[in-house]
């Protein structure tokens, strides 16, 4: 359907059915997803309750600043490609093209910050879990399960970033199209619920990880 | 148009606050056991990005019904399987070996 006119498939009574099947549907695909993190955070609160000293321990290894400074990247950038799903809705194609383009960029720079600057300083000071581990005494165990949490819900997250990534750049591909109208931006409002859960994702993520080990 | 860029801005705008407010309960002197309290501010924030950008209260009924059951297979899930490292009693149990050896034998025999 790449008419900017509101038309809709066979199966649907009209453009608005179809649009809320979509939405809908996302919503359903995101409930889903909610169980999938859930496990992630259920090992947290199971790994932690045996073994607090150790988890915070790790915890107070992690770079605070990077994670603080991620957390604005994605809190504004849900906000930015909701302000372009706003102008479309206004009719003003040009300014979704740029908002969807500073969303993207603070996404990719939500992912250089992480996997390009924080994962090579932590594997560089020895907290990759294994033979390597650099927290030593009795506190290893517990803070090399932190690190085991963290790497892996940080890449869990990182992967969903890299399909939203993908997912808005084809949407900007779109929009440059001449795609979206007032009347049809079912797929700019679908996107954005993705986009959004990957940032609701990471501001649960992130007191896990930076904030609640750290203690005065 | 103008009111909702002012709703998204103002929600920005506290998004961040909670964001403030969440980095300085990091630093309060907390037990350790309280310091998932530090959750708080996210959890308001997970609502508010769910309320204003993912527009939870315009979509159509069934999206509010997805979003809830979401919630609640997420509440069983964390609930039920947390349930037991939460409630668990420890028992030491080398203090009570010792206290039985030390126990009058009339008493530990009865």
């Given at each position: 359907?790449?008419?900017?006119?509101?038309?809709?498939?066979?199966?649907?009574?009209?453009?608005?059915?179809?649009?809320?099947?979509?939405?809908?549907?996302?919503?359903?695909?995101?409930?889903?997803?909610?169980?999938?993190?859930?496990?992630?955070f259920l090992s947290w609160i199971y790994s932690r309750h045996w073994n607090q000293a150790?988890f915070d321990?790790?915890a107070?290894?992690?770079?605070?600043?990077?994670?603080?400074?991620?957390?604005?990247?994605?809190?504004?950038?849900?906000?930015?490609?909701?302000?372009?799903?706003?102008?479309?809705?206004?009719?003003?194609?040009?300014?979704?093209?740029?908002?969807?383009?500073?969303?993207?960029?603070?996404?990719?720079?939500?992912?250089?910050?992480?996997?390009?600057?924080?994962?090579?300083?932590?594997?560089?000071?020895?907290?990759?879990?294994?033979?390597?581990?650099?927290?030593?005494?009795?506190?290893?165990?517990?803070?090399?399960?932190f690190?085991?949490f963290?790497?892996?819900?940080?890449?869990?997250?990182?992967?969903?970033?890299?399909?939203?990534?993908?997912?808005?750049?084809?949407?900007?591909?779109?929009?440059?199209?001449?795609?979206?109208?007032?009347?049809?931006?079912?797929?700019?409002?679908?996107?954005?619920?993705?986009?959004?859960?990957?940032?609701?994702?990471?501001i649960v993520l992130y007191p896990l990880i930076y904030l609640i080990g750290r203690g005065? | 148009?103008?009111?909702?860029?002012?709703?998204?801005?103002?929600?920005?705008?506290?998004?961040?606050?909670?964001?403030?407010?969440e980095?300085?309960m990091a630093?309060l002197p907390l037990a350790r056991s309280l310091r998932p309290l530090i959750l708080v501010p996210a959890a308001l924030?997970v609502?508010?990005?769910?309320?204003?950008?993912?527009?939870?209260?315009?979509?159509?009924?069934?999206?509010?019904?997805?979003?809830?059951?979401?919630?609640?297979?997420?509440?069983?899930?964390l609930g039920?399987g947390s349930?037991?490292p939460l409630?668990?009693?420890?028992?030491?149990?080398?203090?009570?070996?010792?206290?039985?050896?030390?126990?009058?034998?009339?008493?530990?025999?009865?």
């Amino acid at each position: 359907m790449s008419d900017t006119m509101a038309t809709h498939e066979f199966q649907y009574s009209s453009a608005e059915h179809q649009a809320e099947t979509a939405i809908s549907g996302m919503w359903l695909f995101l409930a889903t997803e909610v169980l999938f993190f859930g496990a992630l955070f259920l090992s947290w609160i199971y790994s932690r309750h045996w073994n607090q000293a150790g988890f915070d321990a790790g915890a107070q290894q992690t770079w605070l600043a990077i994670g603080t400074i991620n957390t604005v990247i994605l809190l504004t950038s849900s906000f930015v490609y909701s302000v372009g799903l706003a102008f479309i809705r206004a009719g003003n194609s040009r300014r979704l093209v740029q908002c969807c383009a500073v969303a993207w960029l603070l996404g990719v720079a939500f992912l250089i910050l992480k996997f390009g600057v924080e994962w090579p300083d932590d594997i560089g000071k020895g907290l990759f879990p294994g033979h390597g581990f650099s927290i030593e005494g009795p506190l290893r165990g517990g803070a090399q399960l932190f690190f085991v949490f963290y790497f892996f819900g940080t890449a869990l997250h990182g992967l969903h970033m890299l399909g939203g990534l993908g997912v808005v750049g084809w949407i900007i591909r779109r929009a440059r199209r001449g795609d979206f109208s007032p009347a049809f931006h079912t797929p700019v409002s679908v996107v954005g619920l993705y986009w959004s859960f990957v940032d609701m994702v990471w501001i649960v993520l992130y007191p896990l990880i930076y904030l609640i080990g750290r203690g005065p | 148009m103008t009111d909702r860029l002012r709703e998204l801005s103002l929600t920005l705008l506290l998004l961040l606050v909670l964001l403030a407010l969440e980095f300085g309960m990091a630093f309060l002197p907390l037990a350790r056991s309280l310091r998932p309290l530090i959750l708080v501010p996210a959890a308001l924030m997970v609502c508010l990005v769910g309320a204003v950008f993912m527009e939870i209260r315009q979509g159509p009924a069934i999206v509010r019904l997805f979003a809830i059951a979401g919630l609640l297979w997420l509440a069983i899930l964390l609930g039920l399987g947390s349930l037991d490292p939460l409630t668990r009693v420890d028992l030491n149990v080398g203090a009570i070996a010792t206290a039985n050896q030390t126990m009058p034998s009339a008493i530990r025999n009865r």
